[in-house]
């Protein structure tokens, strides 16, 4: 079946410094992929949507200068979280679709600011 | 803001209970998905319903999507532990290419 691979599983950083997150569609390509934040015992929030080879489409709400999104491959997305403040901790998680039916989720990304 | 409501939030039941999910949507979908999502991993793709008033079953799983495409539910019949998880329901609206996740039902089976 269709994987996405994520990395880094887990991360801790410190205050003011950026981290980038990675999502890859391993046996298909996918032109759109899409990234949710999920707080603890909350559902998954849609942060914003990456389209390769052009701008990626931000939710209401989400800053597009703190959350750099790019798709610069068929296989690729990455997010960067910029300048990280420790309200910044969250889970971050990746998906993409092979095709017309579910979409496949990366294993996600624990972030911890300290 | 959330655009797909879910109930309820938690679940407890004994094993070999029955347990239902329920979302609500205040617009017309274009499809529905359910996902499960286990304590501590990552969601997994369980279905989708495209059809009005369509049922779909998978095993003691069962699906529905309202007649009006607003509404949907998850029924699962005599529970196992192994059902334990996060239930959630995820829509898509007409003419956009994104889906939005219900708050999810939290389920926990008593052996």
Redesign the interface.
């Known amino acids: 079946g269709a994987v996405v691979s994520q990395h880094p599983s887990r991360v801790i950083c410190k205050s003011g410094t950026s981290v980038k997150i990675e999502c890859r569609s391993l046996d298909f390509q996918a032109t759109?992929m899409?990234w949710?934040r999920q707080f603890p015992?909350?559902?998954?929030?849609?942060m914003a949507?990456s389209n390769e080879g052009s701008k990626a489409t931000y939710e209401q709400g989400v800053e597009k200068d703190k959350f750099l999104i790019n798709h610069a491959s068929l296989t690729l997305s990455t997010l960067t979280v910029t300048s990280a403040h420790p309200e910044d901790s969250s889970f971050y998680?990746c998906?993409a679709s092979p095709g017309e039916?579910?979409?496949?989720?990366?294993?996600?990304t624990r972030l911890t600011v300290v | 803001g959330?655009q797909v409501m879910?109930i309820p939030q938690y679940q407890h039941v004994q094993e070999g209970e029955d347990f239902t999910t329920y979302c609500n949507s205040s617009t017309t979908l274009s499809n529905i998905?359910w996902?499960k999502q286990r304590p501590g991993?990552?969601?997994?793709?369980?279905?989708?319903l495209v059809k009005s008033g369509e049922v779909k079953k998978q095993k003691r799983l069962t699906f529905q999507f309202g007649e009006a495409k607003k509404n949907s539910s998850l029924h699962i019949t005599a529970t196992q532990t192994t059902d334990v998880g996060t239930y959630?329901c995820a829509g898509r609206k007409y003419n956009f290419?994104?889906?939005?996740?219900?708050?999810?039902t939290?389920l926990n089976v008593k052996p």
Request: proline share 2%; net charge positive; hydrophobic share 30%.
């Open positions: 759109t899409f949710y015992k909350q559902s998954l929030m849609l949507t998680i998906s039916s579910g979409y496949t989720f990366g294993s996600g | 959330q879910q998905q996902y991993g990552h969601p997994v793709f369980l279905i989708q959630f290419n994104k889906f939005y996740f219900g708050s999810g939290k």
